[in-house]
Every structure is written in C-alpha cells, then in structure tokens.
C-alpha cells in the first residue's frame, strides 16, 4: 500500500469515527451529486466534508466514496451538519486493490491523480456537486502543509 493510499484510509477512518462521536442532537443531512476532473467523472475517490472551524462551524465530519463520478453519503459514507464546510476531494484512475492477505506481497497501485484536493463551500441537504480543475492533478494536501521543523536555538 502506498503512503499515499494509507494516509487516505486513514484520513477516511477518522472522519468516520469522528462522524460517530456524536450524540450531541445535530441534524446530519444526506448529500449526493457529481464530482468531475476537467470536466471528466471521477472514476474512484474520496469526498470529505470537513466543518470550517474557522468559519466558527463545529460538528462532525462526514464523508463518502466517489464512484463513477457519483457520490452519496447515505449509501457509502456520513451525512454532514448544514453549514460552511472544507470539502477534500481525492482521485485516482481506478479503485486501488486492497492490501494482499500475504504480507510477503506488496500490493501496487497507482499513485492518486490528486489528495485532498480542498474547495470551501455552503453545504446543504441534497444534491451538491464538484468541479476540480485540471490545475488539481499532482495536488497532494500531505505534501502541501509539510511544516519544516524549528530548530532548537537560545
């Protein structure tokens, strides 16, 4: 499995347990649309909708899957709270293959075209849907917000 790949499983399980941490009486809603790339579906990915804390919106994140240039949160994923969120949005060519039950084989699978791709948007109930730009492909949030570390200096 590539870092890449990893750092989205594991980017997915977080929202979704953060989804789950609820109980504080907060209306989820479910989303659906479209997510293209240059105008193109997105064959596989990944779609979060993460609270614009700095927008002073709170509540959990919800996510779902991409699949031929469709996602549903009430299908693959978690609804989401109304309000100004940060939606991540990750592709790839074609849905990468689980990891081998033999930990002896690697598993290979092409890099994303792009990860964690970010837009800020109003979310509300229903249909909603993305554009990412060509500009996007390459993009890789991880790589993006790498903070060089501060030396220790009196």
Avoid at 16 to 28: D, E, F, Q, R, W
Avoid at 62 to 68: F, H, K, P, R
Wanted: net charge negative; proline share 8%.
């Amino acid at each position: 499995m590539t870092r890449t790949l990893a750092t989205l499983c594991f980017a997915a399980v977080c929202a979704a347990l953060l989804a789950g941490c609820g109980g504080s009486g907060l209306k989820l809603e479910n989303l659906h649309g479209k997510v293209t790339f240059g105008g193109q579906p997105i064959v596989y990915g990944l779609i979060e909708f993460i609270p614009n804390a700095a927008a002073d919106h709170k509540g959990p994140a919800g996510s779902a899957e991409i699949v031929n240039g469709e996602y549903d949160t009430k299908n693959s994923g978690r609804g989401v709270v109304r309000g100004p969120h940060l939606v991540r949005i990750s592709a790839f060519e074609e849905r990468p293959q689980p990891s081998s039950e033999d930990e002896t084989k690697p598993t290979v699978n092409k890099p994303p075209i792009f990860s964690g791709y970010t837009i800020e948007t109003e979310v509300a109930a229903g249909e909603q849907n993305f554009e990412v730009p060509e500009s996007a492909k390459g993009f890789d949030l991880m790589k993006q917000n790498k903070v060089k570390p501060q030396l220790n200096v009196p």
